[in-house]
């Protein structure tokens, strides 16, 4: 059974800082999602590379967005802990494409793994996250 991509229902209503850094989603289930960012002069640290934040900013919105669509009705999530492994820079001009998935998906917590790569395919960073699931006020 496959799932419907509901990665225009993300681009349409994702999160107001989201959409300001230029996140495009591309590919989104509740078991992976993809997405893509233009690194612009504005993503950038010197020399002209995609900035360490701007990197997990990106993983970040991509590992929420997972735990979103995994937990139940009338509960709201937020990043508790977040790792980042930086391997390569991603250079101003090219696209980073983040891939996320789930590592484990509980009542309370969920993980979630996301690889950022560049256009040549190489991994830049992996970030880890850990979002804990609480109902809404």
Known sequence: MTEENLAAFF???NAPFARMIGVKMTFVTKERLEAELLVTPDHCTIPATMHGGAMMAFADNMGGCGAFLNMPEGMMTTTVESKTNFLRPVPVGQKAIAVTEPVHIGRSLQVWKTEIRRE???IAAIVTQTQMILPMR
């Open 120 to 122: 040549d395919g190489k």
């Open 11 to 13: 681009n349409d209503g």
